[in-house]
């Protein structure tokens, strides 16, 4: 068994040379391949706007509870906006951290049948985000936008580069984010890229209590393609679960983002890229709050990943047999990959884990998995 202890620090820089590009396509390989997290340094997003990010993220929690009430989520249909402390449960325990999704420029969806609303409810998933407004904390909506525009772009530069390490075709995973319509638009260079919304969030995880649990957000897979971290405070937390089921400490290190693979990008992979368990434990009692801003890169709606078909060469694939057998992990959720489209698996995790969104925009759906009513708690299993 291929097991780590750390998470590898990949520098972004080596690409720039074609003399040391092989070395880093190389780590990316290994990472994708027995660890599915990294470190990246020294990536293409301006430090500045980083740095105007971090600097943000305890401005925005330390709004008046008026001002982020107003934008609670239960108002959007897309699943943005603010949520208390204590609204869900990870493994059956509450996760004890304040948040706002927010989500890339996107138009709401305008079904031009209503068939489509039924059996499409997930074209509804995509739409405008809630913002605060200017004079409630002025910049924060130009500077937030500005770096989820430049943390997308790496997201599709990083694309085409595990493309790259696992010996795929140059665009092999272009599939992933077009419409597989058969009268979808197309270019000269094929179908078009399908109309595309990444979410992203700014957490805050407050210091626990003396006596009080350590769940900051309990063990999951990301639902995501990939997943760019920023760890915005030097606080320790972030803990990821190897193959032999230890948890492995992931502490901030400036100047980097964590990326980690989804699990859609696990499921499109046949698991040759692994998803990884991760969780976050709260800050201790005593501390001040720990801050972070995940980006998910999300893939086309309508595209089932477990109908998509990979060509690998024999020499990746046994690297996966080389790698062994995972122990059993504490996460189980976003299983339906396989089955479903991802916009569907996607709306599922987001009506479990805020029923109270769910029960009033998606009626039909809040029926069936809330048979008994409203509960107390979102959970996405």
């Known amino acids: 068994m291929s097991n780590f202890s750390s998470i590898p620090i990949l520098d972004y820089a080596l690409l720039s040379s074609p003399a040391t590009r092989p070395a880093f396509i190389a780590q990316l390989r290994h990472a994708l391949i027995n660890v599915g997290f990294l470190y990246l340094a020294h990536a293409p997003v301006a430090p500045a706007d980083v740095a105007a990010v971090a600097a943000y993220a305890p401005r925005l929690f330390a709004l008046p509870q008026a001002d982020k009430d107003a934008l609670r989520m239960a108002r959007s249909p897309h699943f943005f906006g603010y949520s208390r402390v204590g609204a869900e449960l990870t493994k059956g325990r509450t996760d004890q951290r304040e948040q706002f999704d927010f989500g890339t420029p996107c138009a709401a969806a305008v079904p031009t049948d209503a068939r489509d609303v039924e059996e499409k409810p997930y074209l509804r998933l995509w739409g405008p985000a809630q913002w605060p407004a200017e004079d409630v904390l002025p910049g924060f909506r130009a500077v937030f936008e500005r770096y989820l525009a430049q943390v997308e772009a790496l997201s599709f530069e990083f694309v085409d580069l595990l493309a790259e390490a696992l010996g795929l075709a140059p665009g092999a995973l272009a599939q992933c984010f077009h419409d597989p319509a058969p009268d979808s638009a197309r270019t000269e260079d094929g179908p078009a890229r399908a109309r595309l919304q990444h979410r992203a969030k700014v957490v805050k995880y407050p210091p626990r209590a003396p006596g009080e649990g350590d769940q900051g957000v309990g063990p999951h897979f990301d639902g995501s393609f990939l997943t760019f971290l920023l760890q915005a405070s030097p606080h320790a937390g972030l803990q990821v679960q190897n193959l032999s089921g230890a948890w492995i400490d992931a502490p901030p290190i400036p100047g980097t983002f964590v990326v980690n693979i989804g699990k859609a990008l696990e499921t499109v992979t046949q698991g040759l890229a692994r998803a990884t368990s991760h969780r976050v434990l709260s800050p201790p009692p005593g501390s001040t709050p720990r801050y972070s801003v995940p980006f998910f890169q999300n893939i086309a709606q309508d595209v089932c990943v477990g109908d998509v ?52 925009h998606y009626p039909d759906l809040f029926k069936q998995f809330f048979p008994d009513g409203m509960p107390l708690q979102g959970s996405a299993y």
């Open 309 to 360: 078909r990979l060509e690998f060469p024999e020499e990746i694939l046994k690297l996966k047999d080389e790698r062994g057998a995972l122990a059993a992990t504490d996460s189980v959720n976003y299983a339906e990959y396989n089955e479903l489209p991802s916009g569907l698996v996607n709306l599922i995790g987001r009506v479990k884990s805020h029923p109270d969104v769910a029960e009033r």
